[in-house]
């Protein structure tokens, strides 16, 4: 298909937009023709919104080589391979210093000492609200976890068995992507559980105890008990 096709056809595209959107899906920075070919359009055209983009500072570029390289001004994420990739890192790095899995969920508590406010604020303000009890808690945990990971998984599952008075409760977490990326994502749920284990006892001013039951690495599941013992 020429280029001349391609304008035809997707006339009266805001290209603006689709620059911007396109650059904060690629925040390592793009070239023109980086631009152009992943949007489907010409050279031409990006460099003349590209130039209006950096005049109202919605972009900045870089001077790489021969090459500029342009930038979203608002970008808020890396992608999701890279973070994946720089977090497998950092559990075989520590893989190779700890000597227990118990350290990994030590690990845990200091990350919730720091993140806190960001570990509560990860639920929707409306739900907050109407979490007024363990139980409550325990019930939306379920549904609200798979898109608050730190590595998001789309098609994570987790099934819950929380016991009639709400104190204790089994999940089940199956289709677990991520043990396809690298094994050593197994101590991240150790993490998991020390972060939990911390916060929940915080917000809930009483012993909550958290473990990892198993972990099934082929089968691609992990098993996760909660328990308040106060």
Known sequence: ???????????????????????????????????????????????????????????????VGVYNLYYSSERLFLPLNFVSAFY???????????????????LGYAISDVMIKELVEQFPKSLRNQIKSF????????????????????????EEDISEDGTKALFH???????????????HYYILTGMMERSLSRIFRTDIHVEVVSIDINGKSVKISVDKKG
């Open 1 to 63: 298909m020429s280029e001349k096709k391609i304008i035809k056809t997707r006339k009266g595209i805001n290209w603006a937009e689709q620059i911007l959107n396109y650059l904060k899906e690629n925040p390592f920075g793009l070239t023109i023709k980086d631009i152009a070919n992943g949007i489907g359009t010409t050279r031409v055209t990006v460099h003349k919104y590209i130039k209006i983009l950096l005049e109202r500072e919605k972009v900045f570029a870089r001077e």
């Open 88 to 106: 497998n890192g950092i559990l075989t790095g520590l893989k190779d210093k700890f000597s227990s899995k118990k350290e990994f969920k030590e």
């Open 135 to 158: 139980k409550d808690f325990l019930e939306y945990f379920a549904k609200l976890y798979p898109y608050l990971d730190i590595v998001p998984d789309n098609s994570l599952v987790i």
């Open 173 to 187: 977490f199956k289709n677990l992507n991520l043990f396809n990326i690298s094994e050593d994502f197994e101590y």
